[in-house]
């Protein structure tokens, strides 16, 4: 029987990384993490980190970028918040080790979509995620008071009197399940694309820790509101590997079948119009012209300059048999990340006493209907370092009790059902993925009940029960605000409609006028 550590950390991608680097300050953390270290959404990150740090950028610019990508749902107080502290953390970061790509000893910033201003900081050109999260874990390699522990997956929170005070967790190693408490639990867990059937995020993306949370009590935000990315490689047999927004930010042209240039036609902005709008022209000149993919075209710009600047992208493409300096690339949409979330105030506080949540799981408002590129990299810093201050402020003494024993665990109770997981990603494509309507969303929902009634493993009722309350909340919302489109309400209603989306267990979903309150 071991001696309960003071905080929990869940995931170690950059929000659970930061925040186990910020309680650490005051007490023992262990980090939970399903997979290996390195495997997260995190890892896989390219374009980079948005912060106003060069000479010609401000923060407020930042904000108003931020606010007119979120469509009028963005909380302001968790906007200011991120705009404001980033570049301290990024500064941190630095000094921790991280190294971001400088032009001439300064640090160099690319174009993404949606900002008025160069402000994306990026690593090894392309593989700025990779370079994140090798500094973080250096960072937290040498803190005794951090325990790092791979391949060990949290499968339920444990609340007593209405607070969270542990974690069950597995280690497919031993197949046994253990118990731990602490003082806080940080909930870092990522994101949810793996519910719909094309997604750029790796296969540990699976929603666990909103599924967990909800299961808890906490209450869930604006789950309706995914952001579908514009350009994920579309090659039969091939994951939907991203090609970086960056590559239109340096003059990435998309092009149809017959060699036009066509999206300018669908907004002036161009290649460079948010996400959610070039997302949409993708598919509607897919559909006009009946093909399932569009190209994207960097064969005008420089082989050299590509070959330097995007070198993961470059050899990934290779290795399918095309030169990104002499072939077209296709690509399609694919789902990419969750604006919704755990609801959180800007200190990470869910609802449910005792759980902080940070980065992709949560839902703080900072990224309202749709998240300004690279942005969530900046909030994985910003917001997992206040939710660890928020838990050593908040916390009370740790109770005095030891880890119970560990008790002998079937892992096939672990392992998600690959048919359930296969229908529910078909279903949440089809049916609640770029273009919504109501009658497809209700199927879906349907569909999904019925699903969650079966007899399966409680991780495959979560993953099912999560892509239930993401059709729900989408069906719910009757406009189209950021990257929520309904084909049947098309335009967007401020008088009826900003409002979040609130869904709670065991409670119809409602809507909520605030997320943040401090
Ligand atoms: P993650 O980095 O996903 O980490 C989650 C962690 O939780 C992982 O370690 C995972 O294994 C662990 N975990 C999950 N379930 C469990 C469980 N049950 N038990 C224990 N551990 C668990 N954003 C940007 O700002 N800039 C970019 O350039 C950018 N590019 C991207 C490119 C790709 C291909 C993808 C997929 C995303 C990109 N994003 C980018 C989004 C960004 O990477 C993520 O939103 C962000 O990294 C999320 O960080 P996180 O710490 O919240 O979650
Ligand atoms: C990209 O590089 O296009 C991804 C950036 C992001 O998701 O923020």
């Known amino acids: 029987m071991q001696t309960p550590p003071d905080y929990i950390v869940l995931g170690s991608g950059v929000a659970g990384l930061r925040a186990a680097a910020e309680l650490a300050r005051e007490g023992r953390v262990v980090v939970l993490t399903k997979d290996r270290l390195d495997e997260s ?47 301290r953390y990024i500064t941190e970061l630095i000094e921790w080790g991280a190294q971001f790509d400088r032009q001439e000893g300064a640090l160099a910033f690319t174009q993404e979509a949606a900002h008025s201003r160069r402000r994306i900081l990026h690593a090894h050109g392309d593989s700025t995620g990779r370079e994140i999260v090798r500094s973080l874990i250096a960072h937290a390699k040498k803190n005794p008071n951090i325990q790092l522990t791979a391949h060990a997956a949290t499968v339920g929170l444990i609340v007593e009197n209405e607070r969270c005070v542990g974690v069950r967790f597995i280690d497919p190693n031993e197949s046994l399940r253990r118990e731990m408490y602490a003082r806080a639990v940080v909930l870092a867990t990522g994101g949810a694309g793996q519910v719909f059937a094309q997604t750029t995020n790796p296969s540990i993306a699976t929603g666990d820790g909103m599924a967990m949370a909800y299961a808890a009590g906490a209450t869930m935000c604006d789950l309706e509101f995914a952001q579908f990315h514009p350009t994920a490689l579309a090659l039969a047999d091939a994951p939907r590997f991203l090609l970086s927004e960056a590559l239109r930010g340096e003059g990435a042209i998309l092009r149809n079948h017959a060699g036009e240039a066509f999206a300018k036609k669908y907004d002036d902005r161009g290649e460079l119009a948010p996400r959610d709008i070039v997302a949409r022209a993708i598919v509607a000149e897919m559909e006009r012209t009946r093909e399932r993919w569009m190209y994207l075209d960097l064969t005008h710009l420089k082989a050299d300059f590509l070959r330097q600047r995007f070198p993961n992208i470059f050899e990934t493409c290779l290795r399918y048999g095309l030169d990104l300096t002499k072939d077209q690339l296709p690509v399609s949409p694919a789902a990419h990340y969750v604006m919704g979330g755990v609801k959180t105030d800007t200190r990470g506080r869910t609802t449910l006493k005792g759980l902080y949540a940070a980065g992709e799981v949560a839902c703080t408002g900072v990224h309202g209907a749709n998240r300004l590129a690279s942005n969530s990299l900046l909030e994985g810093l910003v917001f ?31 392992r998600l059902d690959q048919r359930a997981k296969n229908r529910v990603q078909e279903v949440m494509w089809l049916k609640a993925g770029l273009i919504r309507r109501a009658e497809d969303l209700r199927g879906a929902v349907e569909e999904l009940s019925r699903m969650a009634e079966e007899n399966v493993n409680e991780r495959t009722k979560n993953f099912v029960t999560l892509a239930k309350l993401m059709a729900e909340a989408a069906l719910w919302r009757e406009e189209s605000r950021g990257g929520h489109f309904r084909e049947d309400f098309p335009a967007r209603d401020d008088q009826r409609w900003r409002v979040h989306s609130a869904q709670q267990i065991n409670q119809p979903i409602r809507a909520a006028n605030r997320i943040s309150e401090e």
């Open 41 to 87: 959404n995190t890892e896989y990150a390219q374009g980079g980190v948005a912060v106003a740090m060069s000479d010609d950028d401000e923060i407020s610019l930042h904000f108003e970028d931020t606010l007119n990508a979120g469509a009028g749902l963005c909380d302001e107080k968790a906007v200011r918040t991120l705009v404001e502290e980033g570049p």
């Open 384 to 414: 997992g370092a206040r939710a660890g201050s928020a838990a050593i402020e908040d916390s009370l003494p740790q109770p005095n009790r030891s880890e119970p024993s560990p008790v002998e665990f079937d892992l096939s109770e672990w």
